[in-house]
């Protein structure tokens, strides 16, 4: 009788994280406009840990390949305009150099509008999974068409790449 209450289990906290989904994109929009002190060590340690996580994706898209076409295409398209945002937000950003350091406050536009572009990704996603529910060969047709959840990831990862770059150069410049 317990064993059954597993399955009940998995799906409530499945159904309480879409219930979230809204929430946390609303938080990301939030935390991502607002104004924030620039700490060197910890931009280092985000430019790194952000290079490790592209690492991990292409590997990742490279594995996936196998089920995806031109899965690392779509992973490199992805990067490379990420990579040009980050530029793009980095000459939008306000930043206030002050005697208790460096402040910068990230245009609310570009956050509002790569918050936009997650949530209609997660949202094509599941329009997707649900026009193919029952179909035949339903998982393969599903999977063989995710190549842009790879851009899109790619798209974000090149983004804070080049952004925490940005960054990190412009806090050494002033330091």
Not at 11 to 40: D, H, N, T
Not at 97 to 120: D, F, H, K, M, S
Request: glycine share 10%.
């Amino acid at each position: 009788m317990q064993l059954l209450l597993i399955p009940l289990l998995v799906l409530l906290m499945m159904l309480l994280g879409a219930l979230l989904l809204p929430v946390a994109l609303i938080q990301r929009y939030r935390y991502g406009k607002s104004r924030r002190r620039a700490i060197a060590w910890t931009i280092s340690l985000n430019l790194v840990a952000t290079f490790a996580s592209l690492l991990l994706f292409f590997l990742s898209a490279w594995i996936v390949g196998h089920w995806i076409a031109d899965a690392s295409v779509y992973a490199a398209v992805g990067v490379a305009l990420g990579l040009l945002l980050g530029v793009t937000g980095l000459a939008l950003t306000r930043f206030e150099p002050e005697p208790g350091g460096l402040y910068y406050t990230p245009n609310r536009w570009l956050v509002l509008a790569l918050t936009l572009i997650v949530a209609a990704r997660l949202g094509f996603g599941l329009v997707q999974a649900l026009h193919l529910w029952g179909q035949q060969d339903a998982r393969d047709a599903w999977l063989s068409r995710q190549g842009s959840l790879l851009a899109v990831g790619g798209m974000m990862l090149g983004y804070y790449l080049s952004y925490a770059f940005g960054l990190r150069r412009r806090c050494r410049r002033l330091a």
